[in-house]
């Protein structure tokens, strides 16, 4: 069961990071001009990254409890979700959130 909890946690971290990059490609094929493009490109993450590191990273002093950990996580993913498919990816997108509610399900049952 550690094993599976190992890398069930690793797996988070790579779905972290994939849920930024989601965000920047939504970003850099959002707009007209490449000023908005490179401001939401980089800006969105950036900005969702500083959200995670306050109220949800794992060492954060303000770490949000239960339910309200989970709630602004899943807040965040189905956005990185829902712009992965409006950026055109849709097929990406699904499986991003098939693998995202695996995850989620795995680290609740196997705490």
């Known amino acids: 069961m550690t094993a599976i909890k190992y890398a069930n946690m690793a797996l988070s971290f790579i ?3 994939v849920m930024l990059a989601a965000l920047g490609y939504w970003g850099f094929n959002t707009g ?12 969105v993450p950036v900005l ?13 002093s303000r770490r949000l ?3 309200f950990h989970l709630g602004l ?6 956005l990185a979700i829902l712009a992965l498919g409006a950026a055109g990816q849709p097929n990406l997108a699904i499986i991003f ?3 995202y509610a695996i995850n989620v399900v795995l680290r609740y049952v196997v705490r």
Do not use: H, Q
Not at 48 to 60: N, T
Not at 73 to 78: A, K, S, T, V
């Open 15 to 17: 779905l972290e990071l």
């Open 65 to 67: 409890r239960e339910p």
């Open 73 to 78: 996580e899943l807040i965040i993913f189905c």
């Open 32 to 43: 007209d001009a490449a000023i908005t493009k490179i401001g939401l490109g980089i800006g």
């Open 48 to 60: 969702v990254a500083s959200v995670w590191g306050i109220w949800l990273a794992p060492k954060s």
């Open 97 to 99: 959130g098939i693998i």
